[in-house]
């Protein structure tokens, strides 16, 4: 099922970080003690004083971690490389409670890429979660926007979430099933 790490951290700056489930941000103080649960597509889940929080990836450094380096995409790329990037841009955005990324959970319904005459291409994603009062589903949206907007050649993002279809356990990839030990 879900497994945990247990790597002990002591925060080395105040920080911003989300509170799981209920999305509420916080700050963390420098000195704080806890143990990262899950590092995952560049940010971290930690528990800290009976709480779990995200760390966002730009915050690293407070956790003693580098940080993750932007995407790259090669000069001259086509409109199928960027694409590709984005999908994987995507595959870095995780729940903090799940250890399986979005799109292996299914929760990307859609997503589309706009070409402009100004070489720049304009995204549009719809997403859903697991749960239509997850706490966590503002961040998640967030999180993806930010991830794709810094792409190389992204113009504007547009990530809609949306609960039509609702999301089922059947939506999730055979890799995520056997991650989360639904088989």
């Given at each position: 099922?879900?497994?945990?790490?247990?790597?002990?951290?002591?925060?080395?700056?105040?920080?911003?970080?989300?509170?799981?489930?209920?999305?509420?941000?916080?700050?963390?103080?420098?000195?704080?003690?806890?143990?990262?649960?899950?590092?995952?597509?560049?940010?971290?889940?930690?528990?800290?004083?009976?709480?779990?929080?995200?760390?966002?990836?730009?915050?690293?450094?407070?956790?003693?971690?580098?940080?993750?380096?932007?995407?790259?995409?090669?000069?001259?790329?086509?409109?199928?490389?960027?694409?590709?990037?984005?999908?994987?841009?995507?595959?870095?955005?995780?729940?903090?409670?799940?250890?399986?990324?979005?799109?292996?959970?299914?929760?990307?319904?859609?997503?589309?890429?706009?070409?402009?005459?100004?070489?720049?291409?304009?995204?549009?994603?719809?997403?859903t979660l697991t749960a239509p009062g997850c706490g966590m589903g503002d961040i998640l949206v967030d999180d993806v926007r930010s991830k794709l907007a810094i792409i190389p050649t992204t113009g504007t993002v547009e990530v809609d979430l949306v609960f039509d279809p609702p999301w089922n356990q059947t939506m999730m990839?055979?890799?995520?099933?056997?991650?989360?030990?639904?088989?």
């Amino acid at each position: 099922m879900f497994s945990h790490t247990s790597e002990p951290v002591k925060l080395e700056r105040d920080c911003d970080a989300v509170m799981v489930p209920s999305g509420d941000v916080v700050n963390l103080a420098a000195g704080s003690v806890g143990y990262i649960t899950q590092q995952l597509g560049g940010s971290f889940t930690i528990f800290v004083e009976g709480n779990l929080f995200r760390v966002a990836g730009v915050d690293a450094d407070a956790l003693g971690k580098e940080p993750v380096p932007p995407p790259k995409l090669p000069d001259g790329a086509s409109d199928e490389d960027f694409e590709s990037l984005v999908w994987e841009q995507l595959k870095t955005c995780y729940d903090p409670e799940i250890p399986v990324n979005i799109v292996d959970l299914g929760l990307i319904y859609e997503c589309r890429v706009t070409p402009r005459e100004d070489g720049l291409r304009d995204l549009s994603v719809d997403m859903t979660l697991t749960a239509p009062g997850c706490g966590m589903g503002d961040i998640l949206v967030d999180d993806v926007r930010s991830k794709l907007a810094i792409i190389p050649t992204t113009g504007t993002v547009e990530v809609d979430l949306v609960f039509d279809p609702p999301w089922n356990q059947t939506m999730m990839s055979e890799a995520a099933r056997l991650e989360v030990g639904m088989f």
